[in-house]
């Protein structure tokens, strides 16, 4: 009798058994249709023996229904699968279908439907569809994908496909990407770039496990060093993921990675095209896309033969998940690394303090690059003292920084002024009666957008227009922007400089790859003269002419529900600073703050990255937080309040008393409502030593909670919000 279990694709469910009928070939890892009740399930092969459940007689069992045309996942990702659902307490399921995560990839070959433009005109003009031809010009997708594209509903571009307006269009999607070519364009290195890269192809020919961290400043050109270890990989006929922490980065990644290797790599994200995604996947599993690069999620892809991961800028919060699996990719893609038997290169400027920690302790092979390439210096940085200096009344930029930008404009150079706030002003008040305007959803400020005209809550998505009268007086033109945000900086740069070109750099403005190349693209060809941007300009950028940077509030970093204030505001501020003067002309950093004092601002002025590392260090060691303590958080959320503070008190109560564990909690979480649901937290803090997810799993385990509760936990947690 062959008999087969399964990890199925449902949370709620355990491991599940079934007969294999005859002639079906199945391996551990296969990818499979179950029956399950009158439904079908997928579900994927699983070694019993690492797969406890109850054993079903072998008469019980039902057949499964088909394997589906994949490879089967291979060992090093069903090891991985089952790491990171244990470490961060998610169900395997959950877990796994991060790694299937295209379904449409899983049907197999052939093709798939999309469709452009006739160009013939419909017999009844409407304006919709009259939106949808001019919206469509050029582009071609599925139905879905274009009403997106459009605005319009999927019902409009049907009218429009009977109206032949719109024709299908049969694409092939399983064709291999073309290969990159590892000595396509070789540079010339420097010697310590060269040091650095040859230790990349030996840890890449040696097909070991071997955690790196490359810490070098900013262009010092570590995406060059690495390069020469993707150059190895392919060498070796071995594929490669390189990580990044915001899809906005990828267009200037694609440029370089194809100046370097004659064709653009493989690209994996969650806001791809259906069939885009379906090719990547099924060619990454076959073996047809060499060098993937993408958002976290590319982590759970089914490479055939991995040789190499990159994680660069592997410093930014944004490789850590805060919903679904809450997991953080940097550390996942050191595990992957691990069951590959490969190197993982973790590239920043400004490491995180566990990255360094770990090859501080030996665990890391640390990779260093001082020096800016080229000769290149690094830029004079400049606290600008608000207290001292204040900006004029409803103003923000102080003095000396206009003076400075005023500097730049008349030698034709660029300056980039980061504040880390999208919108035009934080909060929005009425002068006459005090009335705020607050999310109905969240315990949040609505946030002002002057540039759509509404105002917008950044943690769910609600949006009103923005109102001529206050809805609580009723009182017209009474409504006060307070703060200031990006848009509204940009406004005071037009005042000061009406003739200056200024571009507000946000992902409300760079919402698409074709909008982040036109910014790209313009700033490279000196067609902007002010960049003012949030953390989304701080990083992997290169603009030669750009040599002042102005900080606008330094100080912002520090509020907030941040478990790493500190940390995050200095990283933030050094790599903004970081792209200034970064080609032949010297760059200058004007850093305006009320907290001159402040170990993380004394640290930037004085270039003394060690001095901060060591203080906060002392800090985190005393407080027993990461990497010498562990943090967890609990999150219980239901959409009653009562329900909720019931659950978190039962929590609470329940909690276990033990020397290595501390609880602190419940209580109200910083956000207490988001999305309709209120909240409270816990936080736990660990000795090293301690058994921290089997202690929070006896805990939590045996308590029940009524439907409507949502208890989440999240394991070394970044924010605390
Ligand atoms: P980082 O990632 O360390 O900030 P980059 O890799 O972006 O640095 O390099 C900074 C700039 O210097 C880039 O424009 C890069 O192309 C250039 N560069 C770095 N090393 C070399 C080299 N060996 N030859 C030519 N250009 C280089
Ligand atoms: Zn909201």
Redesign the pocket.
């Known amino acids: 009798m062959n008999r087969v279990r399964l990890l199925v694709m449902n949370a709620a469910l355990g491991p599940l058994d079934y007969r294999v009928p005859d002639g079906m070939s199945l391996e551990p890892g296969s990818v499979v249709v179950a029956p399950l009740g009158p439904r079908q399930v997928t579900g994927i092969v699983w070694e019993s023996e690492r797969l406890p459940g109850t054993e079903v007689p072998d008469a019980r069992l039902r057949p499964l229904l088909g394997a589906l045309p994949v490879p089967p996942l291979r060992a090093p990702l069903r090891r991985l699968i089952e790491w990171t659902a244990d470490y961060y307490i998610a169900s395997m399921a959950s877990v796994a279908r991060m790694a299937l995560s295209s379904s449409a990839a899983l049907r197999g070959g052939g093709t798939i439907t999309e469709y452009r433009l006739t160009g013939a005109l419909p017999p009844r003009m409407t304006p919709q569809r009259d939106a949808a031809l001019s919206a469509l010009e050029g582009e071609q997708g599925t139905i879905r994908e274009l009403a997106d594209l459009a605005g319009v509903s999927e019902a409009v571009l049907r009218g429009l496909v009977n109206a032949d307006c719109l024709e299908a269009v049969e694409v092939a999607i399983d064709r291999p990407f073309p290969a990159p070519r590892p000595d396509h364009a070789p540079?010339?290195?420097?010697p310590g770039?060269q040091e650095a890269a040859d230790r990349f192809v030996d840890a890449v020919k040696a097909r070991k496990f071997a955690p790196m961290l490359l810490d070098?400043?900013?262009?010092?050109?570590?995406?060059?060093t690495y390069f020469e270890g993707v150059a190895e990989a392919l060498r070796l006929g071995r594929q490669v993921l390189v990580l990044l922490p915001e899809i906005a980065l990828t267009q200037n990644f694609l440029k370089?990675f194809e100046a370097r290797f004659g064709v653009a790599p493989t690209v994996w994200h969650s806001a791809q095209k259906q069939s885009d995604r379906r090719r990547a996947w099924r060619q990454v599993s076959e073996g047809g896309a060499s060098v993937v690069v993408g958002a976290r999620s590319a982590l759970f892809l089914p490479f055939r033969d991995l040789g190499l991961i990159v994680v660069d800028e592997a410093h930014e919060i944004s490789f850590k998940q805060d919903d679904g699996v809450r997991y953080n990719a940097r550390d996942v893609a050191v595990m992957r690394a691990r069951f590959e038997r490969i190197p993982a290169i973790l590239a920043s400027?400004t490491p995180a303090l566990e990255s360094l920690q770990m090859a501080e302790a030996g665990v890391y092979e640390k990779i260093d690059?001082p020096a800016r390439?080229?000769g290149a210096v690094l830029p004079d940085i400049r606290i600008l003292d608000l207290r001292e200096e204040s900006p004029p009344r409803g103003r923000w930029l102080a003095p000396s920084l206009v003076k400075a930008m005023e500097e730049r404009l008349e030698r034709g150079e660029q300056s980039l002024l980061f504040l880390n706030r999208r919108g035009y002003a934080p909060l929005t008040l009425c002068r006459q009666c005090g009335y705020r305007f607050q999310c109905p959803n969240c315990s949040a400020w609505l946030v002002e957008h002057r540039l759509t005209r509404r105002l917008a809550c950044h943690h769910c998505g609600h949006q009103v227009t923005s109102p001529e009268a206050c809805p609580e007086c009723g009182e017209k033109d009474c409504l006060a922007a307070c703060g200031p945000g990006v848009e509204r900086i940009a406004d005071e740069v037009a005042e000061i400089f009406p003739d200056a070109r200024t571009a507000v750099v946000t992902s409300d403005t760079l919402s698409s790859p074709d909008k982040i190349g036109e910014f790209v693209d313009a700033a490279q060809a000196g067609e902007i003269d002010v960049i003012v941007g949030t953390q989304l300009v701080t990083k992997g950028y290169?603009f030669p002419e750009l040599t002042l940077v102005g900080v606008v509030d330094a100080d912002l970093g520090l509020e907030g529900g941040d478990l790493r204030a500190a940390e995050r505001s200095y990283q933030q501020i050094a790599q903004v600073a970081?792209r200034a003067g970064?080609a032949a002309k010297p760059g200058e950093v004007l850093i305006q703050t009320r907290h001159p004092e402040a170990p993380v601002i004394a640290a930037l002025a004085a270039y003394d990255r060690d001095a901060f590392y060591e203080a906060e260090s002392d800090a985190r060691r005393n407080a027993g937080a990461p990497p010498f303590g562990r943090w967890a958080a609990i999150i219980v959320s239901s959409e009653d309040e009562a329900e909720a503070a019931e659950a978190a008190r039962k929590i609470g109560g329940s909690a276990p008393r033990l020397d290595d564990i501390a609880v602190y909690g419940p209580a109200p979480a910083p956000l207490s409502m988001l999305r309709g649901r209120y909240r409270y937290r816990l936080l736990i803090n660990a000795r090293r030593s301690a058994a921290l997810q089997q202690t929070i799993r006896e805990w939590l385990g045996p308590l029940d909670h009524p439907q409507g509760v949502r208890v989440g936990v999240d394991i070394d947690p970044y924010s605390f919000v």
């Open positions: 540079p010339d290195l420097s770039q070098g400043v900013t262009g010092s050109g570590k995406t060059e370089r400027a690059l390439f080229g290169h970081g970064r």
